[in-house]
């Protein structure tokens, strides 16, 4: 697993979930780079070590949980744990059911991968992932979507024929591309939404002001950038 950043003290007063001693961070777990189980089955990822340094730096104790990705807002808002750090695309329509952090990757591509280089994207079958922006984007582009709850089922699609190409963050897509001599990214990238954030809970501001301020001092002092890097590459999109 890759090394936890120096933590940078800091502190943050009235500190939230905060009248509970543990703060309980939500992911789906099966969203590599961003989040995944390793072979012990404890949570790993970009995203993992960005939150655990958010805590770090925020004097919270944290905890790891996972849930399926088609109900993990209802399971925030139903307080089944108080953050969501799952590769979330911060949109207005997510924006009016729960609050979000800052964003704590920029808005970055999201990607057509397919078998063809002939792939039909506006009049084909395209699958994306339950509940993304990318599906919202597939069906509004005149092409057929098909959804599934997971990300790798929508690779597996595509390698099945059931889909002409997968549409997802090109982030997620570029391993697959480069492990597989018969996948290659067609068309162009979309870029879609405004960046990665942290969902809060809409009665949860002083948690959502404390992370905020955690994330604000990895972009000022560059820890951010550097571990975007880290993890996606040194042409990652990072905060200027």
């Not at 990822?45 to 807002?73: H, K, M, P, Q």
């Not at 969902?199 to 972009?219: H, N, V, Y």
Request: proline share 3%; glycine share 8%; hydrophobic share 45%.
């Amino acid at each position: 697993m890759k090394k936890l950043l120096l933590t940078t003290a800091i502190a943050f007063a009235g500190t939230a979930a905060l009248a509970q001693d543990v703060v309980r961070l939500g992911t789906e777990g099966a969203y590599p780079p961003y989040n995944f189980l390793d072979d012990n089955g404890e949570v790993a990822g970009f995203e993992r070590v960005l939150g655990d340094e958010l805590c770090a730096r925020a004097n919270l104790t944290c905890e790891w949980v996972t849930n399926d990705w088609d109900s993990i807002i209802p399971n925030l808002v139903s307080s089944n744990y108080d953050v969501i750090m799952a590769g979330m695309s911060i949109t207005d329509e997510r924006d009016e059911v729960i609050d979000f952090t800052q964003n704590y990757v920029p808005p970055a591509a999201s990607a057509y991968a397919a078998l063809s280089e002939d792939a039909d994207l506006e009049g084909g079958v395209v699958a994306a992932q339950v509940n993304t922006i990318q599906a919202a984007h597939v069906a509004a582009s005149g092409a057929t979507l098909l959804e599934f709850a997971t990300p790798d089922e929508t690779v597996a699609a595509v390698r099945n024929g059931e889909a002409d190409a997968v549409f997802a963050d090109k982030d997620f897509l570029v391993p697959i591309v480069d492990e597989d001599a018969e996948m290659a990214f067609v068309g162009d990238d979309v870029p879609l939404g405004g960046g990665l954030g942290a969902g809060i809970r809409e009665s949860d501001g002083e948690l959502r002001e404390t992370l905020d301020a955690a994330i604000q001092s990895m972009k000022d002092d560059g820890s951010l950038n550097a571990l975007i890097k880290e993890w996606f590459g040194d042409d990652a999109l990072v905060f200027e």
